[in-house]
């Protein structure tokens, strides 16, 4: 039985890939990673650094990973999880991935864009996060959800936005198949298009119609790639 270990996106929960299970072949299964701070693990202290993260989720995968062919999947800054994830499994001489699935997640840039919008006000910051597309427009108006879920969101981007890019990529020796949405404003296309340079194996492109959260919208047909891809 394959397994394919899920990340999600910024503010996300291992929620977001659940009604995945039923969409999945019977020779694969699915399994949501769910971090600190959110769902199941709400009452734990966020992350400090990306590289704890990336320990943390090392750690509850590795005895799952040493006996069966696996892959991994990320979307947004699960994608970047992802990336550091597979340089940990490789730095730690683990059994490496079958196949990695970089959704809605560019390269990582070695220059970092000017500003970082963690640290701005409430209501700076929460436009931005909806500018992006993909959260409700209740999350404006609701009090209760904003103390719930802005200071996951803050920390989420604090990890992102402070981690720092080493010149020296990592080139991975899986395939990889790389999936966006033609109207994502939050990722350039040569960030999109450049993750060919990051494998020695194959890398595939799908393109979807939608912005930065397509994933909400194509449960059916990503699930269904996945199924084909690691048939």
């Known amino acids: 039985m394959k397994k394919i270990f899920c990340l999600p996106y910024a503010g996300g929960s291992s ?4 009604k995945w299970r039923r969409l999945m072949s019977d020779s694969l299964t699915i399994h949501p990673i769910e971090l600190k ?3 199941t693990r709400i009452n734990e202290d966020f992350y400090e650094h990306i590289d704890e993260a990336v320990n943390d989720i090392y750690d509850l995968i590795k005895d799952q990973i040493r006996e069966c062919d696996y892959a991994l999947f990320g979307h947004s800054m ?3 999880l992802v990336y550091k994830l597979y340089s940990k499994i490789a730095e730690m ?8 699935f970089f959704s809605g ?3 990582p840039k070695t220059k970092k864009a000017e500003g970082m919008i963690h640290a701005l006000p409430d209501n700076l910051f929460l436009q931005r996060i909806m500018d992006m597309g ?7 108006h609701n009090k209760e959800l904003q103390q719930l879920y802005l200071p996951i969101l803050r920390s989420d981007f604090k990890m992102l936005e402070e981690d720092v890019i080493s010149e020296n990529k990592t080139v991975m020796d899986c395939d990889i198949t790389v999936l966006h949405g033609n109207n994502d404003k939050t990722i350039s296309s ?5 993750w060919g340079h990051y494998t020695l194996g194959k890398c595939n492109f799908y393109t979807f119609e939608g912005n930065h959260f397509f994933i909400h919208q ?3 047909e990503i699930t269904d790639i996945i199924n084909k891809t690691l048939r």
């Not at 059994?95 to 990695?100: A, L, V």
């Not at 993909?134 to 404006?140: A, D, R, W």
């Open 15 to 18: 929620a977001i890939y659940y």
């Open 37 to 39: 701070g959110r769902g």
């Open 78 to 80: 699960g994608g970047r």
């Open 93 to 100: 001489q683990q059994k490496k991935p079958n196949h990695i």
């Open 105 to 107: 997640c560019g390269i």
């Open 134 to 140: 993909g959260t409700s427009e209740e999350l404006l």
């Open 190 to 194: 040569d960030l999109i298009c450049n």
């Open 218 to 220: 194509f449960s059916n």
